[in-house]
């Protein structure tokens, strides 16, 4: 039996096996057989019927396991004779693909054909699991489709419709949107008007979504090819593009416009038409008409630029003219600024907007009527027209310079270099010329006539706008770069070097771009960077300075080093240093290395004895050698050599630069050495220190400081502070006096005061509080120590009432009392992995509590002078250590047991008779918990515990409002005095409270309206005459603390709409109804619609007061006068309110 009849047997139910086998040795590579060959061989009747009997074998193939079941007898005990069901329709479909394949013209295919209908309901029916089964079906479809057999249509549009879901659901889908491309003729044969075709043409819609098919090549051709598949469908394809250009990127949008411009340029009749007038021009309008707000106006503007970059060709000038006509020249002139200035761009990337039909006259008249118009543009009104006017005119110029009249360029550029250049209404339109001449400047041809404009704009440099001198160096780069002039022939070094002295970083950086080269010319020898150097000191020393602050930025590390030395060179010229001229020959011969041969080769440059210059040469190598520090510190072989270079001079130059200009960058530089390099200097600087008066300023101390802690030797520092804090307590001075006698050789009284100068530097500098707080904990832990025994100097204070002559200051007490709640606080945070330090802290709030809460008293005629200090030294304690626990809140260092403590002396000292004076430190401590709870909270415990100190903090609130009512009534200049210190703390509570905006924290608001509506109540209660009824126009017509609150409110609109919302909930419960009431309301909305915030809210209160004051008119009427004038003023300011 040959193969062709061996495997027409096999395909039955009965030799099922046999089937798969032959199906199995086809897929095999190494196996000879192939089914291709085995069908090609066959004869018409024999292929007949091998289609019979497979039709008649998946017929009962899938009578035993329909398709709609498979999944579900996969996970049953069947699951093999499903797969060997599934393996039978795979090789029926793999026989009538090749079948298709070696078909022959006029060869009968009904039989065929009823294979593959069969196919068709399988495809139809298969589980998602079966994609591999799926693919092979569909490529018998696509080659049944491409071969033009019987009933093509519906085969090639099941097959493009799968194509058309492949391409959605594969990562690389490159290959099915080609596959897609290749069938794209099926949409010809389909309805678009079909119910049965919606589905394709959703999926059709959807590849606008995708940036896959918008970039693909082959999706690209697909998508213009669908603009010309239904003129219907062309408005629904701009449709979905319309809705999803806010989401596209620029790039994807670059491609839309490109698919847009090749499907306009395809198209005829119809199709055309309804691209131009409905998707064209409706580009145009929106481009014109959009606000340039609107997230899809760059959009659109970058679809039109692409066909306006395709001007040239007679086509499209035609389209552009006859499109823009009806919109572009009616936009120019419309009343509405922003749509003058979007139709002046428009109008300058689309210039000429011409009809190419007109003969040359009438061209050459309708491009001067633009060029009119374009000057017109440049005298509009309002400076945004003005500015975006003169963006076009450079791009006008710049793209049309060769074709257009001298005279025309001319009067384009005097009119932006003479005239908006000076602009004094709009800086916007004077930095507009600066930055739109840079686009002119592209044009070499520009170059010889703006040489001679650009002089007249040298005082630009000085304009009193940041962006407007920012770009006009951004304009003077640009011309050193093209060579259109020389730099300083536009703008001399004489205005630029000033400018640099005072101005911020982005205007001093560019500068330092302009001149580096000047005073800084690399490719000259190093003996003329240090002549320019000292020129440029001369010339400006603020701006020398700020210069070689920039100059690391602009060359290598090397060259600042070379520097840095060729001015060690100089500088020791002028001192005349023995041996110095001939040093370098000398190292040359005994150390040749690579950091060597920085050293200068040439004769030095010659100082005299001009100390400003000297001092500014010093300057500059310190700075120099900040900009490089990180590289000299990488490099050790570079580092040890420079300073051994300077180390040589230092003490010399200590000796000849004695000013007070030139010991300051002497002690930086040193600094920046090891001690050993400097062993002169370094082992004066703590007796320096020690020798120093209370009271010295910042300057003879900060550096040495400084110093001290970059050579390792904070320790000494440290010991310093510590012995002389410890020494002034009252009960250590003998005994700290012997220890100093025994280890000390120089007496030196003790300067509390400028011990706690030292630690205030030491702490508040990074630098320095890193290298203190490396020490470990124990000087510091002793130190801290130290500290804390100052309270009793405190207490000492606060409890006599008499000066004690040998007790230390108050002000020092006071302060090393700061100090030791911040230096905890450090400590805390970065030396510590337990709570010692937060407990020393909670300690100190139960010493507050106990010892300096009792002296917070309100004062009597018998108390005297010393009851008044008392109060006021606690105060001040008090607020001092709530500072200090503020910081620890805010930084995140406080734990529940911290913040209880904390949150328990708040209400002690509200509690207090004179408690009233802290609570402008209160109201920051209620902030920071209020964060620091929020921020923390991440489980259902957290979530009580937060609940519950919120709570809290809203009592504390609601019991500060409370106390400022009490003190406004009994006091009312002292209470108006106490609200305007708490402004500031009010504010930040409020906003903290409006953003976390959670129970029980957000019924701030609640007792905030609650005490507004109790204090205007209580006025309006007052009125005994109706000609006193009146409505208030600002907060400043409130009572006080109503007046405070509002001005808070008000400063803040999440704050003001936080307020209304508040408002309308009590309106809404009821809690607001008795007609004095609503008139505060009223009177509170009336102040709320003066300062124009929140309007929806303000409406939606008003209606609510609307509704509660009907009730009240009847009541009115019979009631008193001044009931009467509360109802109609009430009346009048809710209508003004409801028709604001």
Not at 223 to 244: A, C, E, M, R
Request: proline residues 4%.
């Amino acid at each position: 039996m040959s193969k062709r009849e061996a495997f027409l047997e096999t395909a039955c139910t009965e030799n099922v096996e046999d089937f798969l086998s032959f199906i199995k040795l086809h897929n095999d590579k190494t196996e000879p057989f192939d089914v291709e060959e085995v069908v090609q061989e066959m004869s018409t009747n024999q292929r007949k019927t091998l289609w019979t009997r497979l039709h008649s074998f998946l017929g009962d193939t899938l009578l035993e396991f329909p398709p709609q079941r498979w999944e579900e007898n996969m996970q049953q005990d069947s699951a093999a004779d499903v797969k060997r069901a599934v393996a039978v329709v795979d090789g029926v479909t793999l026989v009538t693909s090749l079948s298709v394949k070696v078909l022959q013209e006029g060869d009968s295919c009904s039989t065929l054909l009823k294979l593959c209908h069969s196919l068709h309901d399988v495809l139809v029916s298969l589980p998602v699991s079966e994609a591999l089964l799926q693919l092979h079906i569909h490529a018998l479809f696509e080659a049944w489709w491409k071969k033009g057999l019987q009933d093509r249509e519906k085969f090639g549009r099941t097959a493009f419709l799968v194509s058309l879901q492949r391409s959605f659901t594969l990562k690389k889908s490159a290959a099915e949107i080609q596959r897609v491309w290749s069938m794209h003729d099926v949409l010809l044969n389909l309805d678009y008007t079909s119910e049965d075709n919606k589905q394709i043409i959703d999926l059709l819609l959807q590849f606008f979504h995708h940036p896959t098919y918008i970039k693909n090549d082959d999706g690209k051709r697909f998508l213009v090819f669908l603009f010309s598949w239904n003129v219907d469908f062309i408005l629904v394809i701009h449709g979905t593009i319309k809705n999803q250009l806010e989401f596209y990127s620029t790039t994807i949008t670059t491609h839309i416009a490109e698919i847009y411009f090749r499907a306009w340029k395809k198209a005829c009749g119809d199709f055309m038409e309804k691209i131009e007038n409905s998707c064209i021009q409706d580009f145009m309008q929106y481009a014109v008409f959009l606000p340039k707000a609107s997230p899809v106006h760059a959009k659109v503007r970058e679809i039109m630029r692409y066909f306006h970059t395709r001007k040239g060709c007679h086509s499209v000038d035609k389209m552009l003219y006859n499109l823009y006509k009806p919109i572009l020249w009616k936009a120019l002139n419309a009343p509405n600024f922003e749509v003058r200035a979007n139709a002046t761009l428009i109008f300058a990337e689309a210039f000429p907007v011409h009809d190419p039909d007109q003969d040359v006259q009438n061209i050459d008249k309708s491009i001067q009527k633009q060029l009119d118009t374009a000057m017109d543009l440049l005298d509009d009104p309002h400076p945004t027209v003005r500015s975006t006017a003169t963006l076009g005119v450079c791009k006008l110029l710049t793209k049309c310079w060769e074709v257009l009249p001298p005279t025309i360029i001319i009067d384009f550029l005097k009119k932006l270099v003479t005239e908006l250049a000076a602009d004094s209404s709009s800086p916007d339109v004077r930095c507009s010329v600066f930055k739109c001449l840079t686009i002119v400047l592209d044009n070499p041809l520009s170059h010889p006539l703006l040489e001679k404009l650009l002089p007249t704009l040298k005082y630009s440099v000085h304009d009193n706008s940041l962006k407007v001198r920012t770009a006009f160096l951004d304009m003077l780069i640009k011309v050193n770069a093209a060579r259109a002039a020389k730099f300083w022939e536009v703008c001399s070094v004489e205005h630029l070097l000033p400018r640099l002295a005072v101005d911020s970083h982005s205007v001093s950086k560019r500068i330092v771009e302009l001149l580096f080269k000047t005073f800084f010319p690399v490719n000259r020898p190093e003996k003329e960077w240090c002549s320019r150097c000292i020129s440029l000191i001369q010339m400006n020393p603020v701006a020398a300075r700020k210069f070689y602050q920039y100059a690391h930025k602009h060359t290598m590390p090397s060259n600042i080093i070379k520097l840095m030395l060729v001015i060690r060179r100089t500088l020791n010229s002028s001192i005349q240093v023995e041996g110095e001229l001939s040093e370098h020959n000398e190292s040359n011969k005994e150390n040749d290395t690579s950091a060597e041969m920085l050293e200068l080769q040439s004769a030095p440059v010659t100082l005299g004895q001009d100390v400003a210059v000297v001092s500014g040469l010093l300057e500059v190598v310190v700075i120099l050698w900040r900009s490089v520090e990180k590289t000299l510190k990488q490099k050790q072989e570079l580092y040890t050599y420079t300073t051994a270079k300077f180390g040589k001079v230092m003490s010399k130059y200590f000796q000849a630069f004695e000013d007070e200009r030139s010991t300051a960058p002497l002690i930086q530089l040193a600094s920046f050495m090891p001690s050993a390099a400097v062993p002169t200097f370094s082992c004066g600087v703590l007796s320096k220190l020690r020798r120093l008066d209370s009271g010295a300023p910042a300057t003879q101390y900060s550096q040495l400081l400084d110093c001290m802690c970059s050579w390792g030797q904070a320790g000494d520092i440290l010991e310093l502070i510590t012995d002389w804090l410890t020494e002034c307590l009252p009960k250590q001075k003998d005994k700290a006096a012997a220890r100093r006698k025994v280890r000390i050789q120089e007496t030196v009284e003790a300067k509390p005061d400028l011990a706690l100068v030292y630690l205030e530097h030491l702490l508040s500098h990074t630098a320095t509080r890193e290298k203190v707080l490396a020490l470990g904990q124990s000087p510091l832990k002793q130190l801290h120590t130290v500290l804390g025994n100052w309270k009793s100097v405190l207490f000492n204070h606060l409890s006599s009432t008499a000066h004690v002559p040998e007790c230390p200051g108050v002000e020092t007490a006071l302060k090393a009392f700061m100090f030791h709640g911040r230096l905890g606080a450090h400590l805390q945070h970065d030396l510590t992995e337990g709570r010692d330090y937060l407990l020393s802290l909670e300690h100190v709030a139960a010493w507050v509590a106990d010892r300096v809460l009792p002296f917070l008293r309100k004062r009597t005629g018998d108390d005297g002078d010393g009851s008044e200090k008392s109060q006021q030294l606690a105060a001040q304690i008090t607020e001092s250590f709530l500072e200090v626990c503020r910081d620890v809140l805010l930084v995140g260092l406080g734990d529940k047991e911290f913040t209880t403590q904390i949150l328990h002396l708040c209400s002690l000292i509200l509690l207090s008779e004179a408690g009233y004076v802290c609570i402008h430190a209160v109201l920051p401590i209620l902030k920071e918990v209020a964060n620091s709870w929020v921020r923390e909270e991440n489980s259902q415990d957290q979530e009580d515990e937060t609940s519950v100190v919120l709570g809290v903090v809203a009592n504390i609130f609601q019991k500060i409002i409370e106390v400022l009512a009490r003190r406004l009534r009994k006091e009312p200049e002292e209470g108006r005095m106490l609200c305007q210190s708490a402004v500031s703390g009010l504010t930040d509570f409020l906003q903290v409270a409006h953003a976390l905006d959670r129970a029980p924290l957000s019924g701030v608001f609640a007792t905030v309206f609650a005490v507004i509506v109790v204090e205007n109540r209580h006025l309006l209660e007052k009125i005994t005459n109706p000609e006193e009824v009146v409505t208030p126009q600002s907060e400043q017509d409130m009572p006080p603390l109503s007046s405070v609150l509002l001005s808070v409110i008000l400063k803040s609109s999440p704050i003001s709409r936080a307020f209304l919302t508040e408002v309308n909930s009590s309106l809404d419960s009821d809690a607001i109804s008795s007609l004095t009431e609503l008139a505060v309301v009223l009177n509170v909305l009336a102040v709320i619609r003066h300062a124009r915030v929140s309007k929806v809210g303000l409406k939606s209160a008003a209606v609510s007061v609307q509704q509660q004051l009907h009730k009240h008119a009847l009541s009115s009427v019979d009631g008193s006068d001044v009931q009467r004038a509360i109802y109609d003023s009430s009346v009048m300011t809710l209508n003004e309110i409801l028709d604001s």
